[in-house]
């Protein structure tokens, strides 16, 4: 968990300097938007096969060597940032070779992500998953808070190119934790099967288990409309005018509601109606999206993310419990990798969504566009999904 938590926050750190360096690069929505989907091509499409992989795999060899490449991309990023070049190639060209860059993140990401999760199970018994989940999550949270908000003081203290140089250390020092975990063994009861066949398993289990894929598919558009958090950087600047620092603050609002929410959960787990839980708070998180559209002072949009990340987390715990404890074993890198196809695609998806909707309709609009969306899936869902409704474990 520590070193999960090292290598996140350095990950999230690395979000919160690109977000803020392409849009001064660019001074456009949509290149925050094209970061999402230079991300979400790569990652989803590789999402299936990753699964398979996992699985037949060890996954510690697998995780450090998705840790080292990260490191190679990052040494890119201190190179695109100097002076020099800076100074040497248009910033539309930097930002493409950004946008690259952020694709070959994507791909390393639709490993990492899932055997994270998978390696959870082969550490934890699964008698204690519920709360090693709750744990987890709250790890990814802190780090994403701690990432976000370190993120926009460094760029304020160091500038960016001196930033990357800190993101390199904290991931360095991730993989020299996470190398302390121990091998573990590759389930020797799995199937011989071809890739396609190991893959379209994966997919047949998920679709087969309605909570799964009720979840799933709840989350995917609830966040694909309701990705507000992609404009972030162009509401800190031009609408709230609140700098880098508060930029950091803000980009870190919604994790900071999410660990709070999550660590409560924690404590006093949810015993009953898990189901219409899901469904409340998702309809919420898009309300608190409206709200940040039309508020023009720092703290309200900064209480209203803080309360949709808290709405966030609900789901969060709730999505990740159904997961540890509906999935077979044999089955878990590739049921990991669905999940992690799904949340990839409502991200980034969501952050390509934004930025393309934004220039169409205007930033305010757009987000409150997002935030109507979002609870007509709610509604939709509700609707045509009683099995996610009645849902408990």
Not at 73 to 85: A, E, G, V
Not at 215 to 244: E, H, M, N, S
Request: contains cysteine; charged residues 10%.
């Amino acid at each position: 968990m520590l070193g999960r938590f090292i290598f996140i926050m350095g990950l999230r750190m690395t979000g919160t300097v690109i977000g803020w360096w392409i849009y001064n690069l660019t001074n456009s929505p949509i290149a925050l938007g094209l970061v999402g989907l230079s991300e979400v091509i790569p990652a989803v499409s590789l999402a299936l096969y990753a699964g398979h992989y996992i699985d037949r795999n060890e996954n510690r060899a697998l995780l450090l060597k998705c840790v080292i490449l990260y490191v190679c991309c990052i040494l890119c990023f201190i190179f695109l940032s100097d002076d020099h070049t800076l100074k040497t190639i248009k910033p539309w060209n930097i930002a493409t070779i950004i946008f690259i860059i952020i694709g070959i993140t994507g791909a390393i990401r639709s490993f990492s992500g899932p055997v994270f999760l998978a390696l959870i199970s082969k550490i934890v018994p699964r008698k204690d998953l519920p709360a090693a989940t709750a744990i987890s999550s709250a790890t990814w949270l802190t780090a994403s808070i701690a990432g976000h908000a370190l993120g926009g003081f460094l760029i304020a203290m160091l500038d960016i190119h001196y930033t990357f140089f800190i993101i390199l250390i904290f991931v360095t020092i991730g993989f020299l934790l996470l190398s302390k975990i121990s091998s573990k063994a590759v389930f020797t009861n799995i199937a011989a099967s071809t890739t396609w066949q190991s893959v379209k398993e994966g997919i047949k289990y998920v679709y087969k288990t309605k909570e799964i894929f009720g979840a799933l598919t709840l989350d995917l558009f609830a966040v694909l409309f309701g990705g507000a958090v992609a404009l972030i950087p162009v509401f800190a600047r031009d609408i709230l005018k609140i700098g880098p620092i508060g930029f950091g603050w803000l980009n870190s609002a919604s994790d900071i509601g999410s660990i709070i929410m999550v660590t409560f959960l924690t404590l006093f787990p949810l015993k009953k109606n898990q189901g219409k839980i899901l469904l409340y708070t998702v309809a919420g998180f898009g309300v608190f999206m409206i709200v940040f559209a039309l508020a023009k002072v720092f703290w309200l949009s900064f209480i209203a993310l803080l309360i949709s990340g808290a709405l966030d987390g609900v789901s969060m715990i709730v999505r990740g419990t159904i997961l540890q404890l509906k999935t077979p074993d044999e089955l878990r890198g590739r049921v990991m990798s669905v999940n992690g196809m799904f949340i990839n695609s409502s991200n980034e998806l969501g952050q390509f969504e934004s930025g393309i909707v934004a220039k169409l309709m205007g930033i305010v609009p757009s987000v409150i566009f997002g935030g109507c969306m979002t609870i007509g899936v709610v509604v939709t869902t509700w609707i045509k999904a009683p099995a996610l409704r009645k849902m408990e474990y």
